[in-house]
T-cell receptor, first 113, second 115 residues
Framework: GDSVTQMEGPVTLSEEAFLTINCTYTATGYPSLFWYVQYPGEGLQLLLKATKADDKGSNKGFEATYRKETTSFHLEKGSVQVSDSAVYFCALSDLSSASKIIFGSGTRLSIRP | EAGVAQSPRYKIIEKRQSVAFWCNPISGHATLYWYQQILGQGPKLLIQFQNNGVVDDSQLPKDRFSAERLKGVDSTLKIQPAKLEDSAVYLC?????????????FGEGSRLTVL
């Protein structure tokens, strides 16, 4: 079945460092891919998405490119801030799986001032 | 715009007791989801409703979990009897009918501790 694998955390970086959180997926069809973020004390919210191969999703300085050849959707940010400290979830939805969203296990990111 | 509302935020019960969680989705959202998030794991879909009907409940432990969505709006998730392994955060989410947008709107969750 469909699945999402993302790098384990926690990840701790200094402010202004470059961030990469790896995500790979397995799907039978042609999924849409997402990054959701959960800030402390808040619910999950959509950060960015890509619906087809080679699409790039971007928001709040974060980017991720849908790579079909490597089945990957890595999250990147050029210069992280303390306010980016959160848990990040990679996810996919596949219409062949009744459109449900399947989440990875999450990566906790902590940014030091 | 009001978000997804859930209650209670926290609940502590003993094993074999029962508990119910309530969710009010964003107005106009036809699709409603209940996810279970165990500590250190990603959310796992328990049940998905489209209006009043169940779209997917393949991962709902039906011997102890039940859910309903009356009148296609509010929803209730019940656990009876609870087990220790049911300790988790129960997340409710909603989305518009056009699922290709891919955006789920989540509530803050209901944290259940089973002792």
């Amino acid at each position: 079945g469909d699945s999402v694998t993302q790098m384990e955390g926690p990840v701790t970086l200094s402010e202004e460092a470059f961030l990469t959180i790896n995500c790979t997926y397995t799907a039978t069809g042609y999924p849409s891919l997402f990054w959701y973020v959960q800030y402390p004390g808040e619910g999950l919210q959509l950060l960015l998405k890509a619906t087809k191969a080679d699409d790039k999703g971007s928001n709040k300085g974060f980017e991720a490119t849908y790579r079909k050849e490597t089945t990957s959707f890595h999250l990147e940010k050029g210069s992280v801030q303390v306010s980016d400290s959160a848990v990040y979830f990679c996810a996919l939805s596949d219409l062949s799986s009744a459109s449900k969203i399947i989440f990875g296990s999450g990566t906790r990111l902590s940014i030091r001032p | 715009e009001a978000g997804v509302a859930q209650s209670p935020r926290y609940k502590i019960i003993e094993k074999r007791q029962s508990v119910a969680f309530w969710c009010n989705p964003i107005s106009g959202h036809a699709t409603l989801y209940w996810y279970q998030q165990i500590l250190g794991q990603g959310p796992k879909l328990l049940i998905q409703f489209q209006n009043n009907g169940v779209v997917d409940d393949s991962q709902l432990p039906k011997d102890r979990f039940s859910a309903e969505r009356l009148k296609g709006v509010d929803s209730t998730l019940k656990i009876q009897p609870a087990k220790l392994e049911d300790s988790a955060v129960y997340l409710c989410a909603s989305s518009l009918v056009d699922f290709d947008t891919g955006e789920l709107f989540f509530g803050e969750g209901s944290r259940l501790t089973v002792l």
